[in-house]
């Protein structure tokens, strides 16, 4: 059975993260096919692991972000030749074995499935992790070649995250989760208002975000609304603890990716958040 993996990437540089070359033969695991997107052009040391390890690698244009690379390679390939398509991006770091979560996808017969999901605005499956059997492919083509990218992000998610579960749940394909939101149905964002929830359940992926705090300024207030905590050890201890086969070095994983906010920042961000939470207290409200 030939089965495809597409992985969206951003790269600073030119070297392969530590934590891709793990994600990635992770992958290879459990998928026949694997390219890997990029926008930069690669060094010798990450050319030689791709040609190691049997990955072919595509030079695309730096447009419509994960899933206008995504649209480029399916609007142009055979995706018949599949059974299963696999749409990954480089914005987590996968830190567990996948076994747990594809035996889940396998017995669970679902036409196609995530990791996590939302419901606000409209139910979808986020977009770091996504899986297709060969059943919706004909209708998941339709949707990428009839669906224009853009650089505008919010558009992007309205229009591709959102707009592909509700394109192919009107066609009458089932979908599901792996991870549960344990009833959670309020305006935050699932991934981060349940993250640790979610390492409990078994993810097996953690945002780079969260590991690199770097989080943008416009995300930061309602990261505090949220009474989020920003500290990366307290995930990654909550992880060694949950985590029973650990693939990541984490300080090794923290060499490749500079901090994104300094220690006045947190400090600052730490500030506002307890602000808030006395806030609420104090009118007697509750968060979500």
């Given at each position: ?18 934590y891709?070359n793990?994600?990635?033969?992770e ?8 390219i890997y997107?990029?926008?930069?052009n ?6 030689s ?32 030749e599949?059974n ?9 770091v ?8 594809m ?29 297709f059997?060969k ?6 083509a ?50 981060y ?8 359940q ?36 909550i992880i ?12 090794k994983a ?28 104090m ?6």
């Open positions: 059975m030939k089965t495809l993996c597409l992985y969206a990437s951003y790269l600073n540089g030119i070297g392969l993260p530590y891709s793990v994600y990635l033969k992958l290879k695991k459990h998928f026949t096919d694997i997107l990029h926008s930069n690669l060094d010798t040391d990450s050319i692991f791709f040609e190691t390890n049997s990955i072919e690698t595509k030079l695309l244009s730096n447009d419509g972000f994960d899933f206008g690379q995504w649209q480029k390679v399916i609007v142009n390939i055979n995706l018949n599949y299963q398509l696999c749409l990954v991006n480089d914005s987590c996968l830190f567990a074995p996948l076994d747990k979560l035996n889940w996808f396998v017995n669970s017969k679902f036409d196609f499935c995530g990791l996590s999901e939302s419901i606000f605005n409209k139910k979808h499956l986020q977009s770091y992790f996504l899986i059997n059943s919706t492919f004909k209708d998941l339709c949707f990428f070649e009839s669906t224009k990218a853009t650089n505008n992000i919010y558009q992007v998610i309205n229009d591709f995250e959102i707009g592909l579960s509700q394109y192919l749940i009107s066609k009458n394909y089932s979908c599901g989760a792996f991870l549960s939101n344990d009833g959670y149905a309020g305006e935050f964002a699932p991934y208002k349940c993250l640790e929830s979610h390492i409990k078994g993810s097996p992926v953690i945002k780079k975000k969260v590991l690199f705090s770097s989080y943008r300024k416009v995300e930061q207030f309602t990261l505090a609304r949220m009474n989020f905590n920003i500290n990366a050890d307290h995930y990654i201890n060694k603890e949950f985590t029973k086969e650990l693939l990541i070095d984490f300080d923290k060499l490749d990716h500079s901090i994104g906010m300094s220690t006045f920042d947190k400090f600052v961000y730490n500030i506002k958040r307890l602000t808030i939470i006395n806030y609420k207290k009118k007697g409200n509750r968060y979500e």
